[in-house]
């Protein structure tokens, strides 16, 4: 058999420590590898997996669409992207919709819009006050706004008009707004600098100061969003609502999409003013179309809320019998485990061999994002297995 991941290090850029494990197969919230070991799934293809593994209903969208067209350009109205768009607009408090690829490309466009924004209402302003342990992708400008020097160093100098301030605080929001401030843009709660959870008020206290000051408030929901938290969207808890929402990640089941989403009064990009090859291609957009459908339709967030609530409870066993677990982290199917040392590797590859798959979001840190249809007995299988990895080091 081939080595395909000798072959990956001779091939491939380096630019990811991959676990030792080539993936072939997946159904639901099980995968297999090459040599057919089975393993449960709580890492979701990093919270995109929404319906799990080649569920029948993406499956079916996929391979009917696929017969049926894949790919115009966007100069042609086609009907799987007028689908989702009125979908995700019925469903959400915003009224425009512009399809991408990816988060960061989501983030990428919900930022040039804010500074449209900036331009034609706030006379020029274009600064984007975002947070310390953000997280909103790989290119340039959301590198800029990440808010993490592991991320920055290595591309300095960034692109200008980003202000990173700590989490959690309005104070030091309101302390780095300025009249060039165009928009604040924050992640309802943050996924990958660790499953940071703010105190509730903190996006009333956002919302309050983006209205007191005139500007915009994005949130990046591509995490949060599509019922990961036990919401369809992640602000519902938290009554209020942003100007720009940003989605990705579980939105399509596991194709690439992206989609940034606004309030008609600063929906404000003029014809040319940005653009996508691929974005809204009927391919994804079927598909999107068939998860987000069976998500609502199904109560999946609805579930998910009560599904945390059992996961969390049964954490907070292992955290009572495992002095070593500090603290436990997140909502609904958005959970992490910190640990007093670094030993989230060590752990994953430890639950590897018994056949589950976690993330090590920090050195210290476990993420659990697994499907949103796993069931309260995958969850008792997978905390068994990493109650049986975390015994080994009492
Ligand atoms: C909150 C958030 N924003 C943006 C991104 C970037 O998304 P992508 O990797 O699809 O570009 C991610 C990815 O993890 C994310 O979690």
Known sequence: MENWQ???HKLFMQTIKRLPVTLVRGKGARVWDTEGKEYLDFVGGWAVNSLGHCHPVIVKALTEQAKTLIQTSNQFYTIPQVQLAKLLVDNSCLDRVFFCNSGAEANEGAMKLARRYG??????????????????????????????????????PLPDGFINV????????????????????????????????????????????????????????????????????????YGIEPDIMTLAKGLGGGVPIGVFLAKERASVFAP???????????????????????IIDNDIPGKVKKLGQYFIADLEKLKAKFG????????????????TDNVAEELVLACLKEGLLVNAVKQNTLRFIPPLIITEKDVDEALGILEKVLARRL
């Open 119 to 156: 331009k034609l209402h706030l006379d020029g302003a274009y600064e984007i006050i975002t947070t310390h342990g953000s997280f909103h992708g790989r290119t340039l400008a959301t590198v800029a706004a990440t808010g993490q020097d592991k991320f920055q160093q290595p591309y300095i």
């Open 324 to 339: 070593f677990i500090v603290e436990i982290r997140g909502r609904g199917l958005l959970l992490a485990l910190k640990f």
């Open 6 to 8: 000798e072959l990956e």
């Open 166 to 237: 700590d989490y959690d605080s309005i104070e030091a929001i309101k302390a780095a707004t300025t009249n060039r401030t165009c928009a604040v843009m924050v992640e309802p709660i943050q996924g990958e600098g660790g499953v940071n959870v703010p105190h509730d008020k903190y996006l009333k206290e956002i919302r309050a100061w983006c209205d007191e000051k005139g500007i915009l408030l994005i949130l990046d929901e591509i995490q949060t969003g599509i019922g990961r938290i036990g919401s369809l969207f992640g602000y519902e808890q």
């Open 272 to 294: 040319g003013e940005h653009g996508s090859t691929f974005g809204g291609n009927p391919l994804v957009c079927a598909t999107g179309l068939a998860t987000l459908k069976f």
